[in-house]
């Protein structure tokens, strides 16, 4: 299983680099673009303890990652892609 999901352009704070969330067999890949770096985290599907989204009625939705006792928000995505992520995690 592969699947990639990039957050719009046109939510807050993403405009120059929008963030990237990859779904493999082994766990999700979140890397977060900066204008001199990036951050990569790598989680197995058995570190993760929980998956929260946000979905507003309006804009944009915000899904986070629970794992090693830290959360990790991305922001930026349509509805239906942080309930198709939240499903991918569930499923594991």
């Not at 807050?12 to 493999?24: A, G, K, Q, R, W």
């Not at 991305?74 to 992520?85: I, K, L, P, S, T």
């Amino acid at each position: 299983m592969y699947r990639k999901f990039t957050a719009s352009r046109i939510s807050e704070s993403n405009v120059l680099f929008p963030p990237t969330i990859i779904f493999t067999d082994e766990g999700i890949t979140i890397k977060t673009p900066a204008l001199l770096h990036h951050d990569t985290d790598f989680i197995p599907y058995e570190a993760v303890s929980s998956v929260m989204i946000h979905t507003p009625l309006a804009g944009f939705s915000t899904i986070t990652f629970y794992a090693y006792g830290r959360a990790i928000r991305v922001h930026g995505f349509f509805q239906r892609e942080v309930r198709e992520m939240k499903r991918l995690v569930d499923g594991k």
